[in-house]
């Protein structure tokens, strides 16, 4: 299968490229500049893996949170896409990754170490000023990839940054499918799997579509975390396949 060799190639070379944009083209441009290369370099890098993006809905202008399900290490990519001044909370250790985490520093990733709660009381804060400053913040409630079929419990804490400040909340359902699935099993990145390992299976896969839903946005000002928590759950679980 020649195919799956020449997306790996393809996939090296594009983040080697995303290193040099981060490190050489960022401090020269404005923020609309690098809204516009962070959109170019993920739609590109799914292309490179020969996944087809399909959205349905629009986000709103301004500052936001994205609350969407998670999947992939392709789910980034795939809301920058669409959103790319979208900034995300992710766990801390992406910093330890090589190349990757030179590309997540140039997105402005908020960093969270996932054991601490101090930390997780820092990082609502660190969230709660980039939304006062007009930013979008993304996160992924689930804490971890799932499999697709069903949606994790999500974790309430990091929407009180919107409650905080009376930012709209914004959900996202994400969807892999392939010819003969609903749910592709190439796309799930789950247990032990390593990040080459998948790189590799997706390589390797035919019609990968990724559908992105962009579901209504709802104001939080006033709500209980824990409730906003589980209603966008219900949105997102509505919107994906029963």
């Known amino acids: 299968m020649l195919r799956a060799p020449w997306r790996v190639a393809g996939v090296l070379l594009h983040g080697l490229r995303g290193v040099v944009m981060a ?24 292309r490179c893996l020969g996944i087809e993006l399909r959205v349905q809905g629009e986000f709103r202008p301004g500052a936001k949170l994205i609350v969407a399900n998670h999947l992939s290490w392709l789910d980034i990519m795939a809301i920058h896409s669409v959103c790319p001044e979208a900034r995300f909370v992710s766990k801390a250790d992406v910093r330890q990754w090589p190349v990757a985490n030179r590309l ?20 609502v804060h660190r969230m709660a000023e980039a939304l006062q400053a007009g930013d979008t913040v993304a996160v992924f409630p ?6 697709g079929r069903e949606l994790l419990p999500f974790h309430a804490n990091l929407l009180q940054a919107a409650i905080a400040t009376g930012a709209p909340v914004q959900a996202v359902a994400l969807r892999y499918a392939e010819p003969g699935h609903a749910v592709s099993p190439s ?27 962009v579901l209504p946005a709802e104001a ?6 824990r409730a906003l928590a589980a209603r966008l759950r219900e ?3 509505a919107a994906l396949p029963g």
């Open 104 to 123: 997540v520093d140039a997105a402005g990733t908020l960093y969270l170490e996932r054991e601490s709660k101090r930390d997780a009381l820092r990082v």
């Open 23 to 46: 490190l050489w083209i960022f401090p020269r441009l404005d923020a609309a500049g690098r809204h516009r290369r962070t959109r170019w370099w993920a739609a590109t890098m799914l």
């Open 187 to 213: 796309a799930t990145w789950i247990g032990a799997e390593t990040l080459a390992a998948n790189v590799w299976k997706l390589a390797r896969a035919r019609g990968v579509v990724l559908h992105l839903t």
């Open 235 to 237: 949105q997102i679980a």
């Open 142 to 147: 689930e804490g971890t990839t799932g499999d």
């Open 220 to 225: 939080s000002a006033h709500a209980d975390r």
